[in-house]
């Protein structure tokens, strides 16, 4: 087996959308008040990973401070596993920080390790994450190494297993205590360490010191529990700044607008319908529901509905984080782009923005119904009640009018025929009969008209083609 191992020091700090990057920013656990993140104008400014705040509260002034969030970086590294995952099969969660991938299942795919990481490579730097990354031959050795920035990517036991005995053990994943215990008697680096027997170890420390060796030499398996993929897209943007504005809610909204576009793309997946959670300073939230008539997957094609949402949006308070959901997707079905389907796109994208402006209980459409009478082969249905496949515009088989007259008028005009007739027999089940003979026809100045025939021999307008 090989593994890839990648370290992610800065997870909660790369989350936030920083409009502002000219100023310091620092990520503090709050337990020992001390920085565990820093950007780099903080670096600049003298701060240091591991200085007390007290510390860089003196050097820096205006020091903007987060705490710490470990299910912030948990969920962040979730979401880059599902990124990678359309890359790399098996994957697994070591801790907050980092991710061990798999090698040697993937390299029939991928001929052999350089071509793989050359795809890794390019997935990470599309996600613009600070990373450090190194392979070995169990997931132990190769997380020790990616912790100590030490950056190789190699299929050579021999070059990794010199890279790895070169560490201090003060660098593997042990207790302050164990890593004492080892200085103690003189063991400073790894080298020394695994030089020695399990048996021998076993004598002087405790079993969890003797498993961690026994993993990370290959000695003892090590069992992985692998990603499982969520079927439903979350995503989260933790603001820099508070954003007390609806206009400068377009940036981070198009961020996750952008990942939810990856997710469904490479998914080949689309979906109706957008649930937005605005988490305010004073705790509470605004809540926003985006649908669209037709299934969409583009961040641009839902970012013009989004926009339209927001422009009704009233903030009582400053917004601290924004929240992304959708729960149903769809395979996306490829369409032939004929002129009528082109026509239907049309009148979806126009249904999706009355649906933005105006609220989709005050949307109505026609939907057919089981009747042949004309005044009665349609009626009018909120747009709320209909389940999003039926919002799709279809064409029927029979040639209907743009208008159809509430009442029909006696026809006092010359008409020419251009087609029919079409005979509509219908309505015995409820005493309320019409037979008629219906056709299309024109007048002198060119517009069609439908026209029917009853059974005495009179003639009727009962609707207008536009």
């Keep these: 087996m090989m593994w890839l191992y990648l370290h992610f020091p800065c997870l909660q700090l790369d989350s936030i959308a920083e409009d502002a990057p000219t100023e310091a920013i620092v990520i503090v656990e709050q337990t020992h008040n001390t920085i565990v993140q820093l950007n780099d104008k903080a670096k600049q400014l003298g701060v240091r990973l591991g200085m007390g705040m007290a510390t860089a509260a003196s050097l ?11 299910e912030l970086s948990r969920q962040r590294l979730t979401k880059i596993a599902h ?20 090698i040697d299942t ?7 390790v350089g071509c793989y990481w050359q795809q890794i490579e390019r997935d990470l730097t599309s996600l613009n994450l600070t990373v450090y990354f190194a392979t070995g031959y169990t997931p132990y050795a190769a997380q020790v190494l990616a912790q100590q920035q030490v950056n190789v990517i190699s299929d050579n036991r021999a070059e990794l297993k010199e890279h790895l005995n070169r560490q201090r053990v003060t660098s593997l994943g042990l207790s302050e205590k164990q890593k004492a215990a080892l200085q103690r008697i003189g063991v400073l680096q790894v080298g020394q360490l695994v030089s020695l027997s399990l048996a021998d170890l076993a004598k002087r420390f405790d079993i969890t010191l003797v498993n961690y060796i026994g993993r990370l030499t290959g000695q003892l398996v090590h069992s992985l529990t692998f990603f499982i993929p969520h079927e439903n897209f979350t995503a989260q943007c933790e603001l820099a700044h508070e954003i ?3 206009t400068f809610l377009n940036q981070p909204v198009a961020h996750l607008l952008g990942k939810l576009a990856h997710f469904l793309i490479t998914r080949n997946q689309v979906c109706s319908e957008l649930y937005f959670i605005f988490t305010l300073r004073d705790q509470s939230e605004i809540k926003l529901n985006v649908i669209s008539a037709e299934p969409l997957s583009k961040a641009q094609e839902w970012q013009n509905l989004v926009d339209i949402k927001l422009a009704t949006l009233t903030l009582s308070s400053p917004v601290i984080v924004i929240k992304l959901f959708v729960t149903n ?3 996306a079905v490829s369409q032939n782009q004929d002129f009528l389907k082109m026509k239907r796109g049309n009148v979806n994208a126009l249904i999706s923005m009355m649906i933005a402006k105006l609220g989709q209980e005050r ?12 005044e009665n082969a349609n009626r009018l249905v909120c747009i709320s009640d209909l389940s ?7 064409k029927g088989e029979s040639l209907r009018p743009s208008i159809l007259l509430p009442t029909p008028l006696q026809l006092r005009q010359p008409m020419k025929i251009l087609q029919g007739p079409e005979r509509v027999e219908a309505g015995w089940w409820d005493d309320r009969v019409i037979i008629r003979d219906y056709f299309i026809a024109h007048n002198q100045q060119g517009q069609c008209y439908w026209l029917f025939r009853d059974q005495r021999k009179r003639w009727f307008e009962h609707g207008l083609f536009c």
Excluded: W
Excluded at 86 to 100: C, N, R, Y
Excluded at 388 to 394: G, H, P, T, V
């Design 60 to 70: 820096v002034n205006n020091l903007q401070v987060l705490p710490y969030d470990s």
């Design 83 to 102: 990124h990678l995952y359309i890359v790399s099969a098996d994957i697994a969660l070591m801790d907050e920080q980092g991710l061990v991938l798999r």
């Design 106 to 112: 993937m390299l029939k795919l991928y001929n052999d």
């Design 244 to 246: 007390d504005q609806v």
């Design 329 to 331: 997707t769809q395979a």
């Design 363 to 374: 949307v109505c459409m026609p939907i057919p119904t089981a009747d042949h009478r004309p």
């Design 388 to 394: 999003m496949r039926k919002l799709q515009f279809e």
